[in-house]
């Protein structure tokens, strides 16, 4: 047990190293100072309403692109082939990078909603319920970008595919703009992400708030087991 923790504590720390070094903690910090500059213009009353949208469309999903960049990276610089030889395990592997990035989605989502709340004294926040919110859907987001980018070896093939994916992801912002009402938008995992996020600034009661988990954490676990198909099947037999 202590050597698995011993591993994926290095790959953890190999993996913001990297993020570091490629400019991914800058790209975050320059996405979270134009949504501040953003929400600070919403008028006063509104930041409840527009801080869920903000979160869901670029803070909390930071890392969908940066973990399709860091396996390009690992695949052009042949280390993600080194990875299969080594005792690293591939949920060692793909946890690392879930929990590195995940990071970086909650520490933007939570320096962002803390400046427009310091701004804003009628703004109520529910910083258990938003931090899961981030975490579930920073999960989710991460994981359908990795089971995405794997098959492919350079960016620009990855980008056509990742928009059939992202495309969908955000129907469920119909709803949230109130275009439509329909049960099948709420089959998709965003349509959960959006009420937690949501209930980040507004009441929900518990047992939603363990549903919407619940079914997010049924897709992460889903994800996660075609993630690792995917990866035996691309780069391990590849």
């Not at 042949?78 to 395990?89: E, H, I």
């Not at 910083?127 to 987001?141: E, K, P, R």
Request: glycine fraction near 6%.
């Amino acid at each position: 047990m202590s050597l698995k923790i011993s591993r994926l504590r290095t790959a953890l720390l190999q993996d913001i190293r990297v993020h570091t070094r490629y400019g991914f903690w800058y790209a975050a910090i320059v996405v979270a100072l134009l949504w501040i500059g953003l929400l600070q213009a919403v008028p006063e009353g509104l930041e409840a309403y527009w801080l869920p949208f903000g979160i869901f469309v670029d803070l909390a999903p930071i890392g969908f692109f940066f973990v399709a960049g860091q396996q390009m990276f690992e695949k052009s610089e042949r280390t993600v082939f080194g990875l299969v030889s080594t005792p690293l395990r591939f949920w060692e592997y793909l946890l690392a990078k879930l929990a590195s990035l995940t990071l970086m989605a909650v520490a933007v989502t939570l320096v962002v909603t803390a400046v427009i709340w310091l701004g804003a004294p009628t703004l109520m926040v529910n910083w258990g319920i938003l931090t899961l919110a981030t975490v579930l859907t920073s999960v989710v987001v991460l994981l359908l970008g990795f089971c995405v980018a794997t098959p492919y070896a350079s960016i620009s093939r990855f980008l056509i595919p990742s928009q059939l994916v992202l495309i969908p992801l955000f129907l469920p912002l119909l709803e949230f703009f109130a275009f439509t009402d329909s049960a099948l938008i709420r089959l998709i995992p965003a349509h959960s992400m959006l009420v937690l996020l949501k209930a980040g600034f507004a009441s929900l009661s518990p047992a939603q708030v363990a549903f919407h988990s619940g079914y997010l954490l049924l897709w992460s676990v889903g994800l996660s087991l075609l993630a690792q198909r995917l990866f035996n099947r691309y780069v391990v037999q590849g």
